[in-house]
């Protein structure tokens, strides 16, 4: 079985600074793929990031990038830059043998 | 990518009827995901839907309380039967490309039971 802990409920930031979110996992699984996942108050989830476990290099998208640490299961979301939009429940999720888990979430403010 | 409309978008529905929500994909898809997402929490997977057999549950949801219809490639519907104020959640319909690749969304459906 996969779990996935996001262990910040909340997190706020100030707008064009920088921002970790956190996440730990845990898998049986030697071949599963990582996520994090962006849901706005329109309720949309939005891909933000994706990783895959055999790959040792961290995924860059853009302001976001991830560190990946796969001996110690962990998976943070950096985002630099932090703009207004970015104002989300940010939820990390595992992707092991065709099923997705998802962390509890973490609801990001940004501070104008 | 895949472009997801679900139906109804919400709805206040009376204890012990059943409600209906609908999805729609503007492509074919092998697989359709159901997940609820109770207030403030993260997604659950309810079934997972396949077109031509019965969908997966899993565990803790059962086909009699949220029968599932695949009826072809590009659509799905959930039924949540039965409900009690604790079905109250949102729930949202979901595919993907295959293992591994990006999941997209409805806009799901809150549902409020009274």
């Known amino acids: 079985a996969q779990t996935v802990t996001q262990s910040q409920p909340e997190m706020s930031v100030q707008e064009a600074e920088t921002v970790t979110l956190s996440c730990t996992y845990d898998t049986s699984e030697s071949d599963y793929y990582l996520f994090w996942y962006k849901q706005p108050p329109s309720r949309q989830m939005i891909l933000v990031i994706r990783?895959?476990?055999?790959?040792?290099q961290n995924a860059t998208e853009n302001r976001f990038s991830v560190n990946f640490q796969k001996a110690a299961k962990s998976f943070s979301l950096k985002i630099s830059d932090s703009q207004l939009g970015d104002a989300a429940m940010y939820f990390c999720a595992c992707e092991g043998a065709q099923k997705l888990v998802f962390g509890q979430g973490t609801r990001l403010t940004i501070n104008p | 990518s895949a472009v997801i409309s679900q139906k109804p978008s919400r709805d206040i529905c009376q204890r012990g009827t059943s409600l209906t929500i609908q999805c729609q994909v503007d492509?074919?898809?092998?697989?359709m995901f159901w997940y609820r997402q109770q207030p403030g929490q993260s997604l659950t997977l309810i079934a997972t839907a396949n077109q031509g057999s019965e969908a997966t549950y899993e565990s803790g949801f059962v086909i009699d309380k949220f029968p599932i219809s695949r009826p072809n490639l590009t659509f799905s519907t959930l039924t949540v039967s039965n409900m009690s104020p604790e079905d109250s959640s949102i729930y949202l319909c979901s595919v993907d490309n295959g293992r591994g690749t990006e999941a997209f969304f409805g806009q799901g459906t809150r549902l409020t039971v009274v």
């Open positions: 492509s074919q898809v092998t697989m």
């Open positions: 990783q895959e476990a055999y790959k040792q």
